[in-house]
């Protein structure tokens, strides 16, 4: 079925949403809301309405459904200052204003001018299967629903990672079938399962969820974790979808690059872009993999010129490496990051982690009143975008205004995957409380960067200068022989870039 309006079409069948015939990407569960807001135009729906409609009475928080509701309007052109589609009735909900048709011919085939290339075999696919909850009760059920809801909207976040939308199909099954027989019928590289069962602990309810993730492929278990959260349920749930995201993401990461390393002949453009994206999740933000990074990403770039994700990635890593002077050719690394990141808001200005890779490149090289927006919009689009709150969070700094930057740091680290980039993160949150006049906040956080990555030599900088600030000599030399330990031709540039020229210099003294 097709339900049309204006110029927009919405393809039920094929779970598409297109304007003249030019597909526009939508998450599934922003799909879902309009197909159900387009099938009741001029009723007014409350949020407790929609959530029953369209969540299936999950819980879900308030940001989640204001979220989808700003990411409906947006995929419709609207906002909430013009309200062209979706209206926001006050004190009692939101009204779909549009005259709707139905019919059962296709959508029109999109126009082969479209900016963002669809979805290709060469992207890696995740089926997460509903965790089960191993007692009936009504509250246990309705928390395992919503888990399941929130890790697949969080998944989203990855980029070219493509989530099976058929996990519900295996829901009323007893057994559910092994991982290779569900890739032989579905094709999906990776199956994502588990179950949920409460765990009484000295009278306090508490939850237990297992995890498995799998090569659906190969049909080997690669990860499986036990997580315990305490409740009341909706406090349980908000603190346990980072904690499992943290822990998951990077094994989805690993997964992913091992199987594009191990590809035989010519990568694709999305191939090379998954590798790069693998070598900096994995092996961290420094020099080497920098280098590696961007060669990978300019040859992805090449090869797909409209690959805005390829684009805004290389901004990124050259941004940030004229930021920090991890390049050698610094100038010609400003002018790079400049040149990917005005392309690639040309190509797609509506995916948020494109604009969280341009707006992090654009404030690295001295545009923070082009980047700052930018990134706060990449953050309207997904909240759950971890870098964009940690690019923000720098921006911030970097303007002179930390009380923001820690607050927006401290968030992008805690729902980001455990991964070495938090090294980074870390270091620049130890500044901003630096910055403060926090010192012992500042030392914890230098000392736990450098604890998340022994081959970062910036947190060992930092941490160097506040040791040094403190009076602790000794200390402080400890920590700067530990980054000449990383890198061997430290400059005093590089050291100046991270806590500034007056600092660095003292530092360097000892």
């Known amino acids: 079925m097709t339900l049309r309006f204006d110029d927009f079409d919405l393809d039920t069948a094929h779970y598409e949403l297109r304007r003249h015939g030019e597909l526009r990407r939508v998450e599934p569960m922003v799909f879902d809301l309009l197909v159900h807001f387009a099938h009741h135009p001029d009723r007014v729906f409350s949020r407790d309405e929609l959530i029953e409609a369209v969540w299936a009475g999950r819980i879900v928080s308030d940001a989640t459904v204001a979220s989808c509701i700003k990411q409906a309007r947006r995929a419709l052109d609207d906002s909430g200052d013009t309200q062209a589609y979706i209206r926001t009735v006050r004190g009692r909900g939101f009204r779909f204003t549009a005259k709707v048709t139905e019919t059962d011919a296709a959508a029109p085939e999109p126009l082969a001018t479209a900016v963002t290339p669809a979805p290709s075999d060469d992207d890696p696919s995740l089926l997460i299967l509903p965790l089960r909850a191993l007692t009936d009760t009504p509250e246990l059920v309705r928390f395992t629903e919503a888990l399941t809801g929130e890790l697949s909207s969080v998944l989203t976040r990855i980029p070219l990672l493509r989530l099976s939308a058929r996990g519900g199909h295996y829901s009323e099954r007893t057994l559910t079938p092994a991982a290779r027989e569900i890739h032989e019928a579905l094709g999906v590289d990776y199956v994502l399962e588990g179950s949920v069962q409460a765990w009484p602990d000295a009278g306090a309810a508490r939850l237990r969820v297992t995890v498995h993730l799998a090569d659906a492929r190969a049909g080997f278990r690669l990860w499986a974790e036990t997580f315990t959260l305490d409740g009341p349920v909706s406090e349980a749930l908000e603190a346990g979808v980072p904690r499992i995201i943290a822990k998951l993401e ?45 060669d990978l990403l300019r040859r992805s770039w090449r090869l797909e010129p409209e690959f805005a994700l390829a684009a805004a990635h290389l901004s990124l890593v050259r941004g940030l490496g004229h930021r920090f002077d991890l390049m050698s050719d610094h100038e010609q690394a400003w002018a790079e990051a400049l040149e990917a990141a005005e392309c690639a808001l040309q190509l797609d200005s509506m995916d948020s982690t494109v604009l969280g890779y341009a707006g992090c490149a654009l404030a690295d090289i001295g545009y923070p009143e082009r980047g700052v927006p930018i990134l706060r919009k990449a953050l309207e689009l997904n909240p759950a975008n971890a870098q964009a709150w940690a690019a923000l969070g720098s921006a911030y700094l970097a303007g002179n205004r930390p009380d923001d930057a820690v607050v927006h740091l401290r968030h992008g680290i805690r729902i980001s995957p455990l991964d070495s980039r938090l090294s980074i993160w870390g270091a620049v949150l130890a500044l901003a409380y630096l910055l403060l006049g926090d010192r012992s906040a500042a030392r914890e956080q230098a000392e736990l960067a450098c604890q998340r990555d022994d081959r970062s030599y910036m947190p060992r900088i930092v941490l160097a200068a506040i040791h040094r600030l403190d009076g602790r000599q000794d200390l402080a030399r400890r920590a700067l022989d530990d980054a000449y330990r990383i890198k061997p031709d430290l400059t005093a540039e590089q050291v100046a870039a991270l806590v500034g020229q007056k600092h660095g210099t003292r530092l360097l003294a000892l």
């Not at 002949?265 to 933000?285: F, K, V």
């Open 250 to 294: 990077p094994q989805l990461h690993r997964a992913i690059y091992r199987t594009v390393r191990s590809l035989d002949g010519e990568r694709s453009a999305r191939q090379l872009y998954l590798e790069a994206s693998g070598i900096l999740a994995l092996q961290g933000w420094h020099h080497e993999s920098f280098a590696a990074a961007a």
